[in-house]
């Protein structure tokens, strides 16, 4: 495919993608629905607007004009493979309808340093996974051990925890040191303060589009109909606070004060050319968790740091979205199989992604091996864990033979607990 549209090989948002965003004007106004292509924010409800999604199910309901995408979102993959068959249809390089109108084409594209992004989706819920097999090894091997590295229960089910829907934030949103109680090592009796040990978590997650009755588990042939598209996910976390407070129901404080997220979703239909296998297993899942297709995304992310002391990001770590033991189709089966319905704007985040290498570690609680081996910056500068004034930014994006399909960046810097 080729767009009228200019586009640069390295950029994030060719033709083929065309992910989904809210934004507003720098300038002011109310936030609208849009999408991207090459350096420009496309105003979906402009398009909206002069008629041109009127042959496709979204006809009349008005579902770009609003602060988010809950509705559109709720019309299900007809009517997201519709509307993106038009946008494709609209901005290819042969169709003059946006092409040759000026007037049009000025208030439909608009310069992404124009614009602010905002958070794309109400969030009813969110759900945490643990599904990354390096991640949860590396950890298990810190706390319990080699020999008792996993639990029992991981090699057959997608362990997760509910996380809090009001503090996920949009990426640019500052990340305000949580304060709570830890034990140190040398005391017998916990303290309260800021966390001494801040950390970032590698994620991708998926937004719900449609979701399922209660008492109606989805099986896992039709999940991915219920996913409307993917973002990259920050889960920071406060590694000394949940050393003390886990056990015995999980994270809680040490989870809950921020999750940031990158302002773009990205479809599972720009994402269908890079479909892969994951890892191969010990022993095949119960039927309900069985896949029937290849199952994974072959997805590179990236995660950068720049202190203070720093001129430019450096990277820290490049993993894989295909690292993943457990998939995002398992996870929602195992997620409804109970009856547990799942609603439209619904965040499921993947857990830390890490793969195999050390360089490859979705943590700083891994890179930096619980402090024991400090990261060493270009500045000479040394992190075990993350001080204020620290910026961390991930990337993710896939790699064809001649566009590249991005999600832009997550990034959020340290201030101090106050």
Known sequence: MKSFIETRPDSD??????PYCVFALKTGGSPVCGSAIGDYIIDLSVLEEKGFFDNTPISGKKVFSRSSLNLFMSQGRDAWREVRKVLQNLLSYDNPVLRDDEMLRKITFIPMDDVKMCLPVEIGDYTDFYSSREHATNVGIMFRGKENALMPNWLHLPVAYHGRASSVVISGTNIKRPKGQTKPTSS????????????????????IGTGNNLGEPVNITQAEDHIFGMVIVNDWSARDIQTWEYQPLGPFLAKNFATSVSPWIVTLEALEPFRTEGPEREFEPLDYLRNHRRNSYDITLEVFIQTEGMNEPFLISRSNFKYLYWNMFQQLAHHTVNGCNLRTGDLLASGT????TPDSYGSMLELGWRGEKPIRLPTGEERKFLEDGDTVIMKAYCIAEDYRIGFGEVRGKVIPAG
């Open 353 to 356: 992604i890490s793969g195999p």
């Open 188 to 207: 017998d009796k916990p303290v309260f303060g800021p966390s001494k040990l801040l950390d970032f978590e590698l994620e991708m997650g998926f937004f």
């Open 13 to 18: 948002f060719p033709i083929e993608n065309l």
